[in-house]
Nanobody, 120 residues
């Protein structure tokens, strides 16, 4: 059973920082692209950042220059360093990844989400 488990969310003041982590566990043959999404109340889920297995990254315009996505392939972990946080960053943050459990399969998996609240 493959699982993605996020951690690191919480309450932070505007201008503060948080670091989210997402660990993939289970019978994993390989991991392709990994992503962070977020969903605020009443809004659609939006893509925040993507990282390829080789380390290439892409960001939503709203977080460029403030957020940094990284990964540790040896630990099956992806991170999201969030700096200069704003109230509009408040959302549930979800980890998403393309995982292989055998050499010939590839499936997309979601974590359960972690709440990030930016408020004074």
């Amino acid at each position: 059973q493959v699982q993605l488990v996020e951690s690191g969310g919480g309450l932070v003041q505007p201008g503060g920082s948080l670091r989210l982590s997402c660990v993939a566990s289970g019978k994993i043959f390989g991991i392709g692209q990994m992503h962070w999404y977020r969903q605020a109340p009443g809004n659609q889920r939006e893509l925040v950042a993507t990282i390829t297995r080789g380390g290439g990254t892409n960001y939503a315009d709203s977080v460029k220059g403030r957020f940094t996505i990284s990964r540790d392939n040896a630990k099956n972990t992806v991170y999201l360093q969030m700096n200069s946080l704003k109230p509009e960053d408040t959302a549930v943050y979800y980890c998403n990844a393309d995982l292989s459990t055998t050499p010939s399969t590839l499936q997309n998996y979601w974590g359960q989400g972690t709440q990030v609240t930016v408020s004074s």
